[in-house]
Every structure is written in structure tokens, then in C-alpha cells.
T-cell receptor, first 114, second 114 residues
Framework: DQQVKQNSPSLSVQEGRISILNCDYTNSMFDYFLWYKKYPAEGPTFLIS?????DKNEDGRFTVFLNKSAKHLSLHIVPSQPGDSAVYFC?????????????FGTGTKLQVIP | DVKVTQSSRYLVKRTGEKVFLECVQD?????MFWYRQDPGLGLRLIYF???????EKGDIPEGYSVSREKKERFSLILESASTNQTSMYLCASSLLTGRNTEAFFGQGTRLTVV
């Protein structure tokens, strides 16, 4: 049972335009969400996160939106650059204390076309 | 910078062999994790450890074991490798203290079992 879903396996966007990557989750116990970016032959790197008490978090060109009622989050990249071409994983976490159980989505491969 | 280093980038092993994947982190992180990444399935947690000699099963522990004898090192062991364990294996670490801390990943080990 996939609790975190990224329904678009791939996305192509022109350079300079907005990229919107979507993620849906099913477990209402998730209270923290993260996005990771992965280049081929490298490990994922943390990009941006959001707590469930917020609905938006912005960091430079990257903004994450959270709609708790719809159990949906999205990552916006504006403007998109060719270097943004990578696989993006959405992740959702629950739990308190030292360790949170983190569940990853299946990933969306973004291609930014120059 | 946090560095998580996996001992091998590529491995080819035969069915039935015992396989060791090694991971070392240099930031004194308490938590360490092993994931596998497969197309269409995202990252799935195999095992994690929150302290030396402590380990917890993740979502797909069958066929694997782990060892954490020192804080900086976390080993994944395939007791008897099978072809369905051909995958990309990713090690990660994170801080124990506080919530909502992101994980730092190694570069991955591409394991092929023939």
C-alpha cells in the first residue's frame, strides 16, 4: 500500500517556466513533509520541507505548498533551470522524539528543456 | 559538510553469496538508515539504527540484516544474495535530537546479483 504517491513519473518543462511537482498521501498521521532531489549516480539531497502546521514554505526558487484537507502537497520551481533536471522524491514523516518514520514517494523525473 | 560514504559504487555478486555493504558517516549522527531504490517503487526502508548496537526493522527487512558496532559505521548484510535483491542501495544518516531533521544520503551502491 503506497502511502505517499507521486502520480506523474515524469515532467518536461521549458527553461524559465514554472515546474509543479505533485504528491498525495493517505495517512493523516504524517506531520512533516520533505522534498529530495536526486541526480543520476548520486544519493538524494534534501531540498525543502514543511511542517503540517504551515501551508507554505519558500526557499529561493523553491516553494512547497501543503493542503492538509486534500492530503496533497506540491513543489513549485520558478523559474526552472536546466540544472533542475533530476528525479524529485516527496517524503512524509510521522512520530515524535528522536526518530521519525519517513515514507518516500516513487519519484518524478523532471526535465527542464533549454 | 556532512559526508556519508558507501564503500562501493558498483558490486556484482553471485546468487547465494553473503554480501556486505558498508556505510560511514562523519558528522556524529545518531540515526543511520539503509534504503533500496527500485524503479516505480521509490525508496523503501530496509533497516535503521538510532544508536550503537541498536537496530529496527524497516518496511522490507526480509533477506537482510545489519550491524552497527561503532557510531559512524552501519553495515547492511545480505545473508544469501538473490536476484531479486539486485537494486540501488542507499545509506543515510540524521541527527537524533529534535524533530524534523533531514537525512543525508551516500552516493549509493548499485548491486547486481547474477
Amino acid at each position: 500500500d503506497q502511502q505517499v504517491k507521486q502520480n506523474s513519473p515524469s515532467l518536461s518543462v521549458q527553461e524559465g517556466r514554472i515546474s509543479i511537482l505533485n504528491c498525495d498521501y493517505t495517512n493523516s498521521m504524517f506531520d512533516y513533509f520533505l522534498w529530495y532531489k536526486k541526480y543520476p549516480a548520486e544519493g538524494p539531497t534534501f531540498l525543502i520541507s514543511i511542517s503540517s502546521i504551515k501551508d507554505k514554505n519558500e526557499d529561493g526558487r523553491f516553494t512547497v505548498f501543503l493542503n492538509k484537507s486534500a492530503k496533497h502537497l506540491s513543489l513549485h520551481i520558478v523559474p526552472s533551470q536546466p540544472g533542475d533536471s533530476a528525479v524529485y522524491f516527496c517524503a512524509a514523516a510521522m512520530g515524535s522524539g528522536g526518530y521519525q518514520k519517513v515514507t518516500f514517494g516513487t519519484g518524478t523525473k523532471l526535465q527542464v528543456i533549454p | 559538510d556532512v559526508k556519508v560514504t558507501q564503500s562501493s559504487r558498483y558490486l556484482v555478486k553471485r546468487t547465494g553469496e553473503k554480501v556486505f555493504l558498508e556505510c560511514v558517516q562523519d558528522m556524529d549522527h545518531e540515526n543511520m538508515f539503509w534504503y533500496r531504490q527500485d524503479p516505480g517503487l521509490g525508496l523503501r526502508l530496509i533497516y535503521f539504527s538510532y544508536d550503537v548496537k541498536m537496530k529496527e526493522k524497516g518496511d522490507i527487512p526480509e533477506g537482510y540484516s545489519v550491524s552497527r558496532e561503532k557510531k559512524e559505521r552501519f553495515s547492511l548484510i545480505l545473508e544469501s544474495a538473490s536476484t531479486n535483491q539486485t537494486s540501488m542501495y542507499l545509506c543515510a544518516s540524521s541527527l537524533l535530537t529534535g524533530r524534523n531533521t533531514e537525512a543525508f544520503f551516500g552516493q549509493g551502491t548499485r548491486l547486481t546479483v547474477v
